[in-house]
C-alpha cells in the first residue's frame, strides 16, 4: 500500500485548503484512515479519522467545526478540507492508513485504537 498526499501549500489566516492523499496497493474496503499533523518542535498528532465502511468520522478538539475529513470509494482517495485556517495550522499533514479488515467500526473507534502502518510522505502546510 503506498499513500501519496497533495494539496499543501501557504496560505494566509482564515484562508482554506484541500488536502488529498491518494491511496495504491490492495486494501480492504472497510478500514480506518486518518490525517495527522506534525508542528514544528511538536509530536505528530492525530487531528481526523474516518471508518471507510460507514464514512463516521471524528475529530481531535483543534479540527472540529473547521475540517472536514472525507473518502472517496470509488477513487480510494482520503481528503481533508480545511478552512479558517491559523498559524497554528502551519505543520507537516501526513495520511495514515490501518491495514487492518474490520467489518465494523467508527471513525471514533479509529481515532483511539486505529493501527497506523502506512504513512504517506507528508504535505507542509504554512499559514501566515
Known amino acids: 500500500v503506498q499513500l501519496v498526499e497533495s494539496g499543501g501549500g501557504s496560505v494566509e489566516a482564515g484562508g482554506s485548503l484541500r488536502l488529498s492523499c491518494a491511496v495504491s496497493?490492495?486494501?480492504?474496503?472497510?478500514?480506518?484512515m486518518a490525517w495527522f499533523r506534525q508542528a514544528p518542535g511538536k509530536e505528530r498528532e492525530a487531528i481526523a479519522t474516518i471508518f471507510t465502511g460507514s464514512r463516521s468520522t471524528y475529530y481531535a478538539d483543534s479540527a472540529k467545526s473547521r475540517f472536514t475529513i472525507s473518502h472517496d470509494n470509488a477513487q480510494n482517495t482520503l481528503f481533508l478540507q480545511m478552512s479558517t485556517l491559523g498559524p497554528e495550522d502551519t505543520a507537516v499533514y501526513y495520511c495514515?492508513?490501518?491495514?487492518?479488515?474490520?467489518?465494523?467500526?467508527?471513525?471514533?473507534?479509529?481515532?483511539?485504537?486505529?493501527?497506523?502502518?502506512?504513512w504517506g510522505q507528508g504535505t507542509q502546510v504554512t499559514v501566515s
Open positions: 495514515a492508513n490501518d491495514g487492518g479488515r474490520r467489518d465494523v467500526g467508527s471513525g471514533d473507534y479509529c481515532f483511539h485504537f486505529g493501527v497506523w502502518d502506512t
Open positions: 496497493g490492495y486494501t480492504y474496503p472497510t478500514r480506518c
